[in-house]
């Protein structure tokens, strides 16, 4: 038990499907990121959120739309994704929005685009 | 522009064999922080060890071990008499802080990770 938790854990789509990520996080932490792994890369930050507000976008196409309603939770829609989009996408928090902090991360969810 | 190098893609090692994972970065700032994770089969990156640039002793931690070396750039990372629970992907990062506020000011590095394979 990590303390974040991701849903769904698996979620295959179609290119012109509308689907949500889900991530929450039990530990009272105020800043939530979102992390895209793909195979053979390195994992790349794609967004922060501070206090519910975004802080980063680290230029992520806008077919990915993160919402954050509350501290504690964490949300990415995706809609009309491409092939290159499918990987793994985590979902982290920490005390607060320095990323010089240790991050706690979620199990992932493991994305396909069909 | 930052950068963390993980030459080792893969590694095997037989169990209680001693194996070091390489680390090394590139930045121009002289204040940063490094981090290992690990990413077990189940997915979440677990947090092992933080260390910024200013404190340049070597850390044990059970048969854990990290040595700095800013010299050569490098932070590498140590188990002692390796198990098969340590199998997994291990990921170095460096994070610095843009300082200010607005898209680039969060600059949070990976490496490509080492994968671990401990054989019993």
């Known amino acids: 038990e990590t303390g974040v938790t991701q849903t769904p854990r698996h979620l295959v789509m179609g290119m012109t499907n509308k689907k949500s990520l889900k991530c929450e996080q039990h530990l009272g932490h105020n800043a939530m990121y979102w992390y895209k792994q793909s195979a053979k890369k390195p994992l790349e930050l794609m967004f922060v959120y501070s206090l519910e507000e975004r802080v980063e976008n680290n230029s992520v196409p806008s077919r990915f739309s993160p919402e954050c309603p509350n501290s504690s939770h964490l949300f990415l829609h995706l809609h009309t994704l491409q092939p290159e989009d499918s990987a793994l996408y985590l979902c982290?928090?920490?005390?607060?929005?320095?990323?010089?902090?240790?991050?706690?991360f979620g199990d992932g969810t493991r994305l396909s685009i069909l | 522009a930052q950068k963390v190098t993980q030459a080792q893609t893969e590694i095997s090692v037989v169990e209680k064999e001693d194996v070091t994972l390489d680390c090394v970065y590139e930045?121009?700032?002289?204040?940063?922080?490094l981090f290992w994770y690990k990413q077990p089969p189940s997915g979440e990156l677990v947090f092992l060890i933080r260390?910024?640039?200013?404190?340049?002793q070597n850390e044990i931690s059970g048969r854990y071990s990290w040595n700095f070396q800013k010299s050569t750039s490098s932070f590498n990372f140590t188990i002692t008499a390796s198990q098969v629970v340590d199998s997994a992907v291990y990921f170095c990062a460096l994070s610095l802080w843009g300082g200010d506020s607005g898209a680039g000011s969060y600059q949070l590095t990976f490496g490509k990770g080492t994968k671990l394979s401990v054989i019993p």
């Open positions: 930045t121009r700032d002289t204040t940063y922080y």
């Open positions: 982290a928090s920490s005390p607060n929005s320095d990323i010089n902090q240790p991050q706690h």
């Open positions: 260390r910024n640039s200013f404190d340049e």
